[in-house]
């Protein structure tokens, strides 16, 4: 009798569970049949394995890391999470540099993501307290800064933000809050010989204080420097600069006296003293005020299989070693990622062999940025916003950089870049690069060397380059560059003003004797000012370059390295080439639409040439130009909305 009685029970257990199962099977497929995504608080919960953890600002780090009892920092998920385990940090903003304490791997990485999409940032910036009146409008607060003046420790420099939004130093003359915008002052700092230097102009005020520590930043042609004024007044001042440079600089600007704040946004921060001074906007609180105080959000010098996924970066930065493989950064957004005010020349550690000693060039180009070092790594769906330098520094091999937004970079203007190449085998693809103070992609032999073999330059949306500087170019890469196995191609590079009249800006400029390219279905529009600007400026007595299948709107420079085929010279009656067949050039009505597509009528139809790996999506015979008549237009850029993405 008591058998029966426990099997009637095991029974009526196993068919509640039948219909608790069967009636959660029929409610997903309703929610499923209506287009409801089961992406839930229970979905990341079931997807928390026992190697998965939580952060939340109102956690504890003596919690055991569980969605009911989180830890409280980053770090200490990150000193505890195996391979396999993810982070999954609640909204809130983290004022730490997360450190991992072991790598993930291949099969199984270790990810740092935000929980359901909720809105982490991992800041590098702490708030200021303890304000007081110093004078007039300008406040005062004691605080500790890791950097007295600009002494560029690891391209530290001080940094101060109100609501979110970095605020200029005191300086002369005044400007805005837009460093790639500046107002700069004109004639001239002039060479006397080595490092020594004259600053002149007769507006230059004179100052209670004397001008002896402040920083000069002064650039023409393609150098820019900076320098430590040493005296003089009254219109003139000396200085040494930190590298010689015998044409002088035409314009320039003051900063690092306290004297020179003047005008409401402009602060000063005097390091002996440890005090910052602050002339807050109108109508802004002190209490948003904040400082940078550490340079980087995550650290994974010697760390690989890292997953980022859906954070914010602030005042920080994200580095890497030789010793990485595999990190992925995955719909970050990260803004003042960078920030240095002088340029010192590049250590001679960083210089790669027989390149020259013009080390200034590539000041803090290889130390700003996204930091990818290593192999294998990838950012991708991110916005990159807001460097001195680089946006993202590509060191090793295979690297992919893909359909991110990456602006207002270089502020500086030394060789950084937004996307800075070294090694071989990257790929930098559908990415919208806008707004940086000289190139927009940069290969440079300082660091770099002679072999950027097989790098792959395709998809991009390029425009609002070189806005500091000039004789450059979107795409740039110098000297004697071996550029063989890869591919610049499917760019759209438009829309460029030259920042002085006396040098050009360019499209695509291979530089002193780079040579092995391949260079086809670009399209370069809108490229004005200057002296000697063009669309594409290639040559050079070693190697070859093939031009296949563009569309050059403005005039070109090419030699006897040149192949070219089957593009449109819109603004060229001819070209210097070593082979050329079934181009376009100025003395033919082209007929392009407004997108530069090709128009029913248009000589270019079937006018091309069968090149293989080039021309294989034509219908029929190649047309002539970027794009093939008939086909749906290719598009370059990033899918994102830098506007939208703000929330």
């Given at each position: 009798m008591l058998g029966a009685i426990i099997k009637h029970l095991i029974d009526s257990v196993h068919r509640y569970i039948h219909i608790f199962l069967a009636t959660l099977m029929l409610l997903s497929s309703l929610i499923v049949a209506v287009g409801i995504p089961i992406v839930s608080e229970f979905t990341q919960v079931s997807n928390a394995t026992s190697s998965s953890y939580f952060v939340a600002p109102t956690g504890s780090d003596s919690n055991p890391g569980t969605l009911g009892q989180p830890f409280r920092t980053i770090n200490r998920c990150a000193d505890v999470v195996k391979p396999g385990g993810t982070c999954f940090i609640r909204a809130g903003v983290y004022r730490e540099t997360v450190r991992p304490a072991l790598s993930g791997s291949a099969a199984a990485p270790i990810t740092?993501?935000?929980?359901?999409?909720?809105?982490?940032?991992?800041?590098?910036?702490?708030?200021?307290?303890?304000?007081?009146?110093?004078?007039?409008?300008?406040?005062?607060?004691?605080?500790?800064?890791?950097?007295?003046?600009?002494?560029?420790?690891?391209?530290?420099?001080?940094?101060?933000f109100i609501e979110g939004l970095m605020m200029p130093e005191a300086r002369w003359p005044?400007?805005?809050?837009?460093?790639?915008?500046?107002?700069?002052?004109?004639?001239?700092?002039?060479?006397?010989?080595?490092?020594?230097?004259?600053v002149e102009n007769d507006a230059i005020p004179?100052?209670?204080?004397?001008?002896?520590?402040?920083?000069?930043?002064?650039?023409?042609?393609?150098?820019?420097?900076?320098?430590?004024?040493?005296?003089?007044?009254?219109?003139?001042?000396?200085?040494?600069?930190?590298?010689?440079?015998?044409?002088?600089?035409?314009?320039?600007?003051?900063?690092?006296?306290?004297?020179?704040?003047?005008?409401?946004?402009?602060?000063?921060?005097?390091?002996?003293?440890?005090?910052?001074?602050?002339?807050p906007p109108r109508g802004k609180a002190l209490s948003s005020?904040?400082?940078?105080?550490?340079?980087?959000?995550?650290?994974?010098?010697?760390?690989?299989?890292?997953?980022?996924?859906?954070?914010?970066?602030?005042?920080?930065?994200?580095?890497?070693?030789?010793?990485?493989?595999?990190?992925?950064?995955?719909?970050?957004?990260?803004?003042?990622?960078?920030?240095?005010?002088?340029?010192?020349?590049?250590?001679?550690?960083?210089?790669?062999?027989?390149?020259?000693?013009?080390?200034?060039?590539?000041?803090?180009?290889?130390?700003?940025?996204?930091?990818?070092?290593?192999?294998?790594?990838?950012?991708?769906?991110?916005?990159?916003?807001?460097?001195?330098?680089?946006?993202?520094?590509?060191?090793?091999?295979?690297?992919?950089?893909?359909?991110?937004?990456?602006?207002?970079?270089?502020?500086?203007?030394?060789?950084?870049?937004?996307?800075?190449?070294?090694?071989?085998?990257?790929?930098?693809?559908?990415?919208?690069?806008?707004?940086?103070?000289?190139?927009?992609?940069?290969?440079?032999?300082?660091?770099?060397?002679?072999?950027?073999s097989s790098i792959d330059i395709g998809y991009n949306d390029i425009s609002q380059f070189g806005l500091l500087s000039t004789d450059l170019g979107a795409i740039y890469a110098c000297c004697y560059i071996n550029l063989q196995g890869g591919a610049i191609h499917h760019n759209w590079i438009h829309s460029a003003d030259a920042f002085s009249p006396f040098w050009g800006t360019r499209g695509i400029y291979l530089d002193i004797e780079t040579y092995n390219s391949k260079i086809?279905?670009?399209?370069?529009?809108?490229?004005?000012?200057?002296?000697?600007?063009?669309?594409?400026?290639?040559?050079?007595?070693?190697?070859?370059?093939?031009?296949?299948?563009?569309?050059?709107?403005?005039?070109?420079?090419?030699?006897?390295?040149?192949?070219?085929?089957?593009?449109?010279?819109?603004?060229s009656s001819n070209i210097i080439a070593s082979q050329q067949s079934n181009n376009l050039f100025s003395d033919t009505i082209l007929r392009l639409n407004s997108d530069f597509t090709l128009q029913p009528n248009s000589p270019a139809i079937n006018q091309g040439v069968t090149i293989p790996g080039i021309t294989e999506n034509s219908i029929g015979i190649p047309d002539i130009g970027a794009y093939e008549y008939g086909i749906l237009p290719w598009k370059a850029g990033s899918n994102l909305n830098l506007r939208n993405s703000e929330s």
């Open positions: 740092f993501a935000a929980y359901n999409n909720e809105a982490v940032t991992v800041s590098g910036a702490d708030p200021v307290k303890g304000w007081v009146k110093f004078r007039g409008s300008i406040f005062q607060a004691k605080v500790a800064l890791p950097v007295s003046i600009y002494q560029d420790s690891g391209f530290f420099a001080n940094q101060l005044n400007s805005g809050i837009n460093p790639l915008r500046p107002t700069l002052a004109g004639c001239c700092v002039f060479s006397q010989g080595g490092s020594a230097a004259t004179n100052l209670s204080e004397g001008w002896s520590g402040a920083t000069v930043w002064t650039n023409e042609w393609y150098v820019t420097r900076t320098g430590t004024i040493t005296g003089g007044s009254n219109g003139r001042l000396t200085a040494q600069m930190t590298a010689p440079w015998d044409r002088g600089g035409y314009w320039f600007y003051l900063v690092g006296k306290l004297g020179l704040l003047d005008s409401e946004g402009e602060w000063f921060y005097d390091g002996a003293s440890q005090t910052l001074y602050f002339w005020v904040e400082v940078k105080e550490r340079n980087f959000a995550f650290d994974l010098t010697d760390r690989s299989y890292i997953i980022l996924r859906n954070l914010k970066i602030f005042a920080s930065t994200i580095t890497t070693s030789d010793a990485s493989e595999g990190v992925v950064i995955d719909g970050i957004r990260a803004k003042y990622i960078s920030h240095h005010m002088t340029l010192p020349p590049l250590p001679t550690s960083e210089q790669a062999p027989n390149s020259d000693d013009a080390l200034i060039l590539a000041s803090h180009a290889h130390d700003t940025g996204i930091q990818l070092r290593g192999v294998g790594h990838t950012l991708r769906n991110s916005i990159i916003e807001w460097s001195s330098g680089n946006g993202v520094l590509l060191e090793g091999r295979k690297h992919t950089v893909e359909n991110n937004i990456i602006t207002s970079s270089n502020y500086l203007v030394s060789y950084a870049a937004p996307v800075r190449i070294n090694g071989t085998e990257h790929k930098i693809t559908s990415n919208t690069i806008s707004n940086t103070g000289r190139d927009a992609i940069n290969i440079d032999w300082h660091t770099a060397g002679f072999d950027v086809h279905h670009n399209i370069v529009w809108n490229i004005n000012g200057g002296k000697d600007s063009f669309y594409l400026a290639v040559g050079g007595p070693r190697g070859y370059h093939q031009i296949f299948n563009n569309t050059f709107l403005g005039p070109v420079s090419t030699d006897n390295s040149v192949e070219a085929r089957n593009n449109i010279f819109a603004a």
